[in-house]
């Protein structure tokens, strides 16, 4: 293996985006040797890689960064891994307690939360899914609260400053919010830029933020940057999902339930 030396950072990232591309896994091993650098430099410029999204961090050194496909509209994703999404929403429903105030995100995994939400409660429900809130419209056990804002009409959601603004004013107990795609090092990422200051404001609102996300949605990096893997105190994921995945966000301080 030929060495390459004496490139500056951005220089050798470059390379080293396009070598894992070509590869398809790299181990940090053969960073150092290639490149003629310390262990701790390949170390971060896997990192910093990884943090843009350009490849998936695994033990050891990197692979191709595996890219959420694109989303279709709520209506007709309500038939994709159907039973996962309902497993995780009845978990999800669970972990709401008496007198909880909660914000519902958009999307078909937490509409299934809204169906699933225990009786008697006296629970406040915050949501800005057009979908969640007709499940919800004739619970009188529930003190219903919809968002305002410009509609997306493929997803049935309220997004914008209008939604943004009323969500500052917002402290809930819990924020139950569905995402595109998540992954350790890139954290959680969606594909629709112009909701994920929504979606950001979304999770300044909750004191707990539990993360709705199936088999398909793990190990992936879409398109917008929207948080830190550090900012979920919970992920619910499904029973397909890679263990190795799991494993590695509860070392990321993450509690995972696996349903």
């Not at 159907?82 to 958009?106: H, M, N, T, W």
């Amino acid at each position: 293996m030929s060495k390459i030396e004496n490139l500056s950072g951005p220089e050798r990232q470059g390379r080293l985006s396009r070598l894992v591309e070509q590869r398809r896994r790299v181990s940090v091993n053969e960073i150092c040797e290639m490149f003629g650098v310390s262990v701790a430099t390949a170390r971060r410029d896997l990192d910093a890689l990884a943090e843009d999204g350009r490849i998936q961090r695994v033990h050891g050194g990197a692979i191709v960064a595996q890219s959420a496909p694109p989303e279709g509209p709520a209506l007709v994703r309500t038939l994709e891994q159907a039973e996962e999404k309902r497993r995780i929403g009845e978990a999800a429903a669970k972990l709401v307690e008496p007198r909880d105030s909660v914000f519902i995100g958009s999307g078909t995994t937490s509409l299934e939360v809204a169906r699933n939400l225990p009786a008697d409660l006296e629970l406040t429900v915050v949501t800005n899914s057009l979908l969640a809130l007709n499940a919800l419209a004739e619970r009188e056990d529930i003190t219903l609260v919809c968002l305002g804002g410009m509609l997306r009409h493929s997803e049935g959601s309220m997004i914008g400053h209008i939604a943004e603004q009323a969500l500052k004013e917002l402290r809930l107990h819990k924020v139950f919010l569905g995402v595109r795609a998540v992954d350790v090092e890139a954290g959680l990422t969606n594909d629709y830029l112009p909701e994920t200051m929504t979606d950001r404001q979304i999770l300044a609102a909750g004191r707990q933020v539990i993360l709705l996300a199936d088999h398909t949605k793990c190990g992936r990096v879409s398109t917008g940057f929207l948080a830190p893997l550090s900012r979920v105190h919970t992920l619910i994921t499904d029973t397909e999902t890679p263990a190795e995945f799991v494993s590695n966000v509860r070392t990321a301080g993450v509690q995972v339930l696996v349903v």
